[in-house]
């Protein structure tokens, strides 16, 4: 994260951030927050309205599905080197 981010997350999860996101790295708003998802799962942190989605939970309890979906974002992370400069008040791409 602090390679795309900067040295402080700078990431807010607004329209921008996602537009960027998408822009130089391929991941959409969707992909993100099924990425925070997981994370809360693996943390047994997930709230109880997510545990109740059937849908989500069929996921992250599919072990193959969760380790395509992981390597997936880790290629589209891999796959660019821009940094977000938000901090200036700018985007760019390194």
């Known amino acids: 994260m602090e390679r795309v981010w900067g040295g402080v997350c700078n990431f807010h999860g607004d329209n921008g951030d996602y537009q960027w996101l998408q822009e130089n790295y391929g991941i959409s708003e969707e992909d993100d927050v099924r990425w925070q998802?997981?994370?809360e799962y693996d943390a047994?942190?997930?709230s109880e309205e997510d545990r109740e989605d059937?849908?989500?939970m069929a996921f992250l309890e599919d072990a193959d599905a969760v380790e395509q979906f992981s390597q997936s974002m880790l290629a589209r992370y891999r796959s660019s080197s821009a940094v977000s400069l938000k901090v200036t008040g700018t985007k760019k791409t390194a």
Do not use: A, Q, V
Request: hydrophobic share 55%; aromatic share 12%; charged share 45%.
């Open 44 to 46: 047994d942190d997930l």
């Open 37 to 39: 998802l997981f994370l």
């Open 54 to 56: 059937e849908e989500l």
